[in-house]
């Protein structure tokens, strides 16, 4: 039997416009059962296609900070690609776990905007040829403890800082 906080957590969920991870087949269809454990309840105003990529993204870019490598309050974090699906994710979450520093690469000024607007402490080009010079400076030469995807990040890392690498196509670390 469920306690009592359990019931009325459950009793939150039915009839209201849901996300559930599924344990099992139906990913796709319009209904599904799912443990209210794995369902959170969604605000009537989203639409269902801008939900449909928060799990995905949403779960590498907090897979990458805690299982992959485990972020700790106060370290630093380079996030690439900080205006995309799991990069802006990536920022937030890494500020949620309490990065003292979040750097952000991007390749435009208003998406090094966007990144800075959800959390992200500075955002650098990645097409400048001396991004990892920028990255340095921002820690006083230190580096940062966490970082991914590209060849120059191993310039940018801290003394026994992490390299994380997710998702990554073919670029110059791959010839």
Not at 164 to 174: A, D, F, M, Q
Request: charged share 15%.
């Amino acid at each position: 039997m469920c306690s009592r906080p359990a019931r009325k957590a459950i009793r939150s969920l039915i009839g209201n416009k849901v996300m559930a991870l599924l344990t099992h087949a139906g990913g796709y269809a319009q209904f599904a059962t799912a443990p209210s454990k794995l369902a959170i309840p969604l605000p009537s105003s989203v639409s269902d296609a801008e939900m449909a990529a928060l799990p995905t993204q949403g779960l590498t870019a907090y897979f990458t900070l805690t299982a992959s490598t485990e972020l700790r309050p106060g370290e630093s974090v380079l996030v690439h690609g900080g205006s995309g699906g799991v990069g802006s994710v990536a920022i937030q979450t890494a500020r949620l776990l309490g990065a003292g520093l979040i750097i952000a690469t991007a390749s435009t000024e208003e998406k090094r905007a966007l990144a800075r607007g959800i959390g992200a402490d500075t955002a650098i080009s990645y097409d400048s040829p001396d991004w990892p010079e920028e990255v340095l400076k921002c820690t006083n030469g230190r580096g940062v403890d966490v970082g991914d995807i590209f060849e120059q990040n191993f310039e940018c890392l801290a003394p026994f800082g992490r390299h994380i690498i997710y998702g990554s196509t073919p670029g110059t670390c791959w010839k």
